[in-house]
């Protein structure tokens, strides 16, 4: 493949696999050159071998501060004083559990990379987007990835769903705030998507809530997510949405890509939030309460 534009060059964290690394197969068709980001050389590798010098890969976490920042000064050296034209923040991981049972420091680990490493990404490359007014080309936009969870918290997947509702209110902000650099903030919230997470899901060990009141409902709920998630939208049709994302003159600020929209996102914000508590309490098999 060639190098792709550097006109239209994009950071894409979270990028081994998933909607990360569909956002850049996007993104390199569309003749753009990427930097995808991921935490281990192998993963590195493999997007080198798929995408050839399409790709730029940088290697950190996005809690790690310090070398995001290193990450960031990178690109700013292959760029030039060109100005970047895309940041994805995609890199995302998921603690499950009755949130009773789970210790302070796993919602720490939750809000270390959905939240935390979100603000690291977008403050180390905000000056290349245009917050620095020496660089050159158009502003570039910020796309934010949420999920269904990021409007309507379900049983279990709370500190996910607390993430993505703080990202949510986040952007928002950040949009607004950012007018003053002409960069766009757009936010995407998927639902079940097929991706590698689903396989990382089942492997979830939640045999130490066994010993608590939710253990009869924990395993029925696990195996409803992981066949949902595998029977979700492929992870391409969320990497084509991106990029439209990033390109459209008229983009809105947030959209929804969901394989059943009706029921998922449409049915419980007409319902009463009360009803929906009750379905949820009687799919889960929770007892009748006076």
Same mark, same amino acid.
């Given at each position: 493949?060639?190098?792709?534009?550097?006109?239209?060059?994009? =950071? &894409?964290?979270?990028?081994?696999?998933?909607?990360?690394?569909?956002?850049?197969?996007?993104? /390199?068709?569309?003749?753009?050159?990427?930097?995808?980001? *991921?935490?281990?050389? $192998?993963?590195?590798?493999?997007? !080198?071998?798929?995408?050839?010098?399409?790709?730029?890969?940088?290697?950190?976490?996005?809690?790690?501060?310090?070398? =995001? !920042?290193?990450?960031?000064?990178? /690109?700013?050296?292959?760029?030039?004083?060109?100005?970047?034209?895309?940041? =994805? #923040?995609? +890199?995302?991981?998921? /603690?499950?559990?009755?949130?009773?049972?789970?210790?302070?420091?796993?919602?720490?680990?939750? @809000?270390?990379?959905?939240?935390?490493? &979100?603000?690291?990404?977008?403050?180390?490359? +905000?000056?290349?987007?245009?917050?620095?007014? #020496?660089?050159?080309?158009?502003?570039?936009?910020?796309?934010?990835?949420?999920? &269904?969870?990021?409007? %309507?918290?379900?049983?279990? *997947?709370?500190?996910? $769903?607390?993430?993505? @509702?703080?990202?949510?209110?986040?952007?928002?902000?950040?949009?607004?705030?950012?007018?003053?650099?002409?960069?766009?903030?757009?936010?995407?919230?998927?639902?079940?998507?097929?991706?590698?997470?689903?396989?990382?899901?089942?492997?979830?060990?939640?045999?130490?809530?066994?010993?608590?009141?939710?253990?009869?409902?924990?395993?029925?709920? $696990?195996?409803?997510? *992981?066949?949902?998630?595998?029977?979700?939208?492929?992870?391409?049709? =969320?990497?084509?949405?991106?990029?439209?994302?990033?390109?459209?003159?008229?983009?809105?600020?947030?959209?929804?890509?969901?394989?059943?929209?009706?029921?998922? !996102?449409?049915?419980?914000?007409?319902? %009463?939030? !009360?009803?929906?508590?009750?379905?949820?309490?009687?799919?889960?098999?929770?007892?009748?309460?006076?």
């Amino acid at each position: 493949m060639t190098k792709g534009s550097l006109d239209r060059a994009v =950071v &894409v964290t979270g990028a081994s696999t998933g909607i990360g690394r569909a956002a850049v197969a996007s993104a /390199v068709r569309a003749g753009a050159h990427v930097f995808p980001t *991921v935490r281990k050389e $192998a993963d590195a590798q493999s997007l !080198r071998a798929e995408f050839g010098e399409a790709v730029t890969p940088l290697i950190f976490d996005v809690a790690d501060e310090a070398a =995001v !920042r290193a990450g960031a000064a990178q /690109v700013a050296q292959v760029l030039g004083d060109r100005r970047l034209f895309g940041l =994805v #923040n995609n +890199a995302g991981i998921a /603690v499950p559990g009755p949130l009773l049972h789970l210790d302070t420091d796993e919602l720490r680990r939750q @809000f270390e990379i959905n939240f935390f490493g &979100v603000h690291n990404v977008t403050r180390a490359f +905000a000056d290349l987007l245009g917050a620095d007014p #020496n660089r050159t080309g158009r502003p570039g936009r910020i796309i934010m990835i949420s999920s &269904v969870g990021g409007q %309507n918290g379900a049983p279990f *997947v709370g500190p996910y $769903a607390a993430s993505k @509702f703080a990202l949510e209110g986040y952007s928002q902000s950040l949009r607004r705030e950012l007018m003053l650099y002409g960069i766009d903030v757009i936010v995407i919230g998927p639902g079940a998507i097929a991706t590698p997470i689903w396989d990382k899901a089942e492997q979830n060990d939640l045999k130490r809530f066994s010993n608590t009141p939710y253990a009869p409902m924990l395993e029925g709920v $696990a195996n409803f997510m *992981v066949t949902q998630g595998r029977k979700g939208l492929p992870a391409s049709k =969320v990497g084509d949405l991106i990029w439209r994302c990033l390109t459209d003159p008229s983009a809105k600020v947030r959209y929804a890509i969901l394989r059943r929209p009706f029921m998922d !996102r449409t049915l419980p914000s007409l319902l %009463n939030p !009360r009803t929906v508590d009750r379905i949820y309490a009687k799919r889960l098999g929770f007892p009748k309460r006076p």
